[in-house]
């Protein structure tokens, strides 16, 4: 062969042995005939990195596996920007529907899972809340109903980057992380709305004017709160301080 190298062999009938090659040599000889073969180049879809693939790699779309996976969330994600940017008041109002009745579980490095309680029989705030996620254009990925507690659970996910724009980047319970929205959620009032269609209790007085209440035992949250109704110009009384539940 190539190299002259001589060894032995149990086969018997080999025939012509002119074309045999030892291991080190029938390596060379393929590597020549793969480099022999023209390349074509191929732009990765999400960094558009060229790259020079064999025809037979060509319907590889991506340089990396950190690339397909961003390219997919950023297909799934990336109209999520501008659709909070254009919608202030709906975001204000989702914010204090999360810090109300909802729960952020991170399950990803770059999403974060939450899910938002209602009371079933209160169609209207339901409503409300499935035009918010229609305005924001969030798809939401899982509805449970408990018939027995009255409980409608409502989850989907969020990029991480996007949570941290608006101060809402947290996870676990809130009494632990005393979670506070960023200056631009807490200036609008459809904050406060989102509290207390979440937390609230709307009624009466004694002398039947309306009167609306909500009781909180996170303290971030309640100094949120109350900056918002000052900025915008509404009184409120607070009550005694007691002890703080925790659940």
């Given at each position: 062969?190539?190299?002259?190298?001589?060894?032995?062999?149990?086969?018997?009938?080999?025939?012509?042995?002119?074309?045999?090659?030892?291991?080190?040599?029938?390596s060379?000889?393929?590597?020549?005939?793969?480099?022999?073969?023209?390349k074509?180049?191929?732009?990765?879809?999400?960094?558009?990195?060229?790259?020079?693939?064999?025809?037979?790699?060509?319907?590889?779309?991506?340089?990396?596996?950190?690339?397909?996976?961003?390219?997919?969330?950023?297909?799934k994600?990336?109209?999520?920007?501008?659709?909070?940017?254009?919608?202030?008041?709906?975001?204000?109002?989702?914010?204090?529907?999360?810090?109300?009745?909802?729960?952020?579980?991170?399950?990803?490095?770059?999403?974060?899972?939450?899910?938002?309680?209602?009371?079933?029989?209160?169609?209207?705030?339901?409503?409300?809340?499935?035009?918010?996620?229609?305005?924001?254009?969030?798809?939401?990925?899982?509805?449970?109903?408990?018939?027995?507690?009255?409980?409608?659970?409502?989850?989907?996910?969020?990029?991480?980057?996007?949570?941290?724009?608006?101060g809402?980047?947290?996870?676990?319970?809130?009494?632990?992380?005393?979670?506070?929205?960023?200056?631009?959620i807490?200036?609008?009032?459809?904050?406060?709305?989102?509290?207390?269609?979440?937390?609230?209790?709307?009624?009466?007085?004694?002398?039947?004017?309306?009167?609306?209440?909500?009781?909180?035992?996170?303290?971030?949250?309640?100094?949120?709160?109350k900056?918002?109704?000052?900025?915008?110009?509404?009184?409120?009384?607070?009550?005694?301080?007691?002890?703080?539940?925790?659940?």
């Amino acid at each position: 062969d190539d190299c002259q190298l001589q060894w032995q062999t149990k086969f018997v009938n080999l025939g012509d042995c002119s074309n045999h090659y030892c291991k080190n040599c029938r390596s060379k000889r393929q590597y020549q005939k793969i480099v022999k073969k023209p390349k074509i180049l191929v732009e990765c879809l999400f960094c558009k990195k060229s790259m020079e693939l064999p025809p037979s790699k060509a319907c590889i779309k991506y340089c990396s596996n950190i690339c397909s996976q961003r390219h997919k969330f950023q297909a799934k994600y990336g109209h999520l920007a501008k659709s909070f940017a254009e919608n202030s008041d709906a975001v204000a109002y989702l914010c204090g529907l999360i810090l109300g009745d909802g729960h952020l579980r991170k399950r990803q490095a770059w999403t974060t899972e939450i899910t938002i309680s209602f009371d079933s029989r209160q169609k209207s705030l339901i409503d409300l809340a499935r035009n918010v996620f229609r305005i924001l254009k969030i798809d939401t990925f899982k509805e449970m109903l408990r018939e027995e507690q009255n409980c409608l659970h409502i989850g989907f996910c969020l990029p991480v980057d996007l949570l941290e724009q608006y101060g809402m980047n947290f996870s676990g319970k809130k009494i632990n992380c005393q979670p506070a929205p960023a200056d631009q959620i807490i200036e609008n009032i459809c904050f406060a709305v989102g509290l207390i269609n979440s937390d609230g209790w709307v009624g009466a007085n004694r002398h039947g004017k309306p009167r609306i209440a909500i009781t909180g035992t996170v303290k971030s949250i309640v100094d949120c709160l109350k900056k918002c109704l000052s900025i915008n110009g509404i009184n409120f009384t607070e009550g005694k301080e007691s002890r703080t539940d925790i659940r």
